[in-house]
């Protein structure tokens, strides 16, 4: 089954512990992306990947980490979590051939910060 | 600078009517819009897009979406809700060829039997 797996779905951590969110896709997706969501606000790009090993800011990177050594993984690192990062955090995918532009989603992490 | 605005942070229908959501957009030509779907403890999962031609797009789940260009609007529209529509909607642009997409703040979706 096509799909966007993300780990750990759950996760409520102190200020300042390093965690990293996993993200994999098995579709085979040059570009994936993380967002994050807030009430009011919906879903803010915190950085985005064209493929391996190249990585941009979105427009919320402050505080993140992201890397892309192989092509189906994608983690976003909190090097020192603070309590306004506690939010939900999609990770998606798509492809960058064709016309699509169609991203396709995981089902997301909720993080708290304390 | 680019933004996405969704004027109705909730919205309530009885199923069997119709749905209008809201979208207006500003940016510096016309973008790539989208319309996404997010159900209660999911991911989102997209609904149509529009990039260029016949202005009336269709989608899944028997929606439909009109971009006006004079209006910067791209409305989302179904003729009959059924209950199974109640979840938030976000309405999405993005640069042609770009890799960045700009979401609205949502509009949920209350149905009322």
């Known amino acids: 089954e096509a799909q966007v797996t993300q780990n750990p779905r759950y996760l409520i951590t102190v200020t300042g512990k390093k965690l990293t969110v996993t993200c994999s896709q098995n579709?085979?997706?040059?570009?994936m992306s993380w967002y994050r969501q807030d009430p009011g606000l919906g879903l803010r790009q915190i950085y985005y990947?064209?493929?391996?090993?190249?990585?941009d800011k979105g427009d919320v990177p402050e505080g993140y980490k992201v890397s892309r050594k192989e092509k189906r993984n994608f983690p976003l690192i909190l090097e020192s979590p603070s309590p306004n990062q506690t939010s939900l955090y999609f990770c998606?995918?798509?492809?960058?051939?064709?016309?699509?532009?169609?991203?396709?989603f995981g089902p997301g992490t909720r993080l708290t910060v304390t | 600078a680019q933004s996405v605005t969704q004027p109705d942070i909730h919205i309530t229908v009885s199923e069997g009517a119709s749905l209008e959501l809201r979208c207006n957009y500003s940016?510096?030509?016309?973008?790539?819009l989208f319309w996404y779907v997010q159900s209660p403890g999911q991911g989102l999962q997209l609904l149509l897009k529009?990039?260029?031609?016949?202005?009336l797009v269709q989608g899944i789940k028997g929606f439909e979406a009109e971009f006006k260009r004079s209006q910067s609007s791209f409305n989302l529209r179904k003729p009959s809700v059924h209950w199974s529509d109640a979840a938030e909607y976000f309405c999405?642009?993005?640069?042609?060829?770009?890799?960045?997409?700009?979401f609205g703040a949502g509009t949920r979706l209350f149905v009322k039997a």
């Open positions: 998606a995918s798509r492809t960058t051939g064709g016309n699509s532009y169609e991203q396709y």
């Open positions: 579709m085979n997706h040059e570009y």
């Open positions: 990947s064209m493929n391996v090993e190249v990585t």
């Open positions: 940016y510096g030509a016309t973008p790539y």
């Open positions: 529009y990039f260029s031609g016949d202005t």
């Open positions: 999405a642009v993005g640069a042609p060829g770009g890799f960045k997409t700009i």
